[in-house]
């Protein structure tokens, strides 16, 4: 058995993270997309055995479901073409995925009224070719969760954009610890004792695998690395560790901060979601969601503050960390900490902001530059602080209540619009 073979024996803790963070994205961006009124197509590039062991399902399933519960509530199908691909190159996964897809078929068998689904069993670089040649002004959504880091290639985007797409988001998850690790190998760097505990990497393998072991071709091995991290930037990173500038901690925020870097050559807004599953600084890896739609960045982040009771916010019942790690700072109690920090660099971005925006865009910029440094609602907050002290210009649509009382609303829905500029 290998070992991602073995990792669909019971779903751990953060592969039901991962899931619940797609699955709730995918609600409303379903719900969204299908009002385009264009084709549809999903990608799941790392797709196993779309079901464990212990019958919870995986994600190829939960993409599915989430689409059929979103296509029978929503008032705008316009019976558009919808496919969903899953990859899988696994000879041992691939036909266990065949088999959840057919099971599922027979529980929900109106899935196939809305939407047609391709199992491909093949390497996902190889085959996305399939998926996206007839992509033109389609919505795509390619959900990237490999066992490592080899077959990351963040260069094909550029191929996919060549299609002329109606939209197209990525939400993968990147082990930046992994990267480090692979990185030091590469360049003969090693990597101290403290930073492997601080990772816990012996006690969890799962979820360090890794793919760059022989050293027998080294420029082979850097480009592999430039390929995946978008430029050869990191090397850099790994001589600031080797040299005692930085600590494991450090280099791994830096390499997930250079790859989201890069994702912004190919898109406007992205988000770095850093998770952990056990108490420690560090995280154990990184979800990020990269959009060129406001709407889809926005979401994303109001689906991360939604979850705040399983995945980020809140602190977790035996241990005195939250989920998500070093974006933000909360108390015991899930206080914001450092409200300062975060007051400055809300009004240090509002001071750019000369010519009116919508307040989520404004938003969506903030969480590419800064990621998510605390709950949206200490955000607003801070915001209405703002406002009362006249450092920030407000305007919303409507303006008052039916009434004629001024509105001070701070979060935005169809009926309720904000709009902000810096006060000079």
Known sequence: MTQSEGFFEHKRKWSTIKDDLLANYLRPYFTKILATGRPIIYIDGFAGKGKFDDGTLGSPLLAMKTFLESVKNSRRWYGQTVKFYFIEKSKGLYPGLCDSIQRFY??????????????????YLDKIKVCTERATDSNIFLYLDPYGIKDYNFH???????KHCYSFEILCNFNAFGFFREACNVLKVNIKNKDYLAFKFKQDKLTNICEFTVMEDKPHYISGLNRIFGSDDW???????????????????RIADGVA????SYF????DMPIRVKSGNVPKYRMIHASNSVDGCYLMAWNINKRKDDLIYSIQKQESDSLFGDRFSLDEKGDLVDKDKVKFL?????????????YKEFLAEFFTKYGIPCPLGDINK???????????????EPSTTSTGRIKRFWSETKENKIFIRSKS
């Not at 809300?346 to 919508?358: F, G, P, S, T």
């Not at 801070?382 to 919303?396: A, D, F, S, T």
Request: hydrophobic residues 35%; charged residues 30%; glycine residues 4%.
């Open 106 to 123: 027979q529980i929900y068998p109106d899935f196939t009224q809305y939407a047609h689904t391709y199992p491909i069993e093949g390497n």
């Open 261 to 264: 870097l890069n994702l912004r």
């Open 156 to 162: 094909i985007i550029s191929e996919i954009e060549k």
């Open 268 to 271: 406007k807004y992205v988000l």
């Open 346 to 358: 809300l009004q240090d971005a509002i001071a750019y902001v000369h010519q009116e925006k919508r």
């Open 382 to 396: 801070i915001m209405e602080e703002l406002e009362k002290k006249g450092k920030v210009v407000v305007r919303r």
């Open 235 to 253: 090397q850099k990173i790994i001589k600031s560790y080797q040299n005692n500038e930085i600590d494991g901690v450090e280099a791994e925020k």
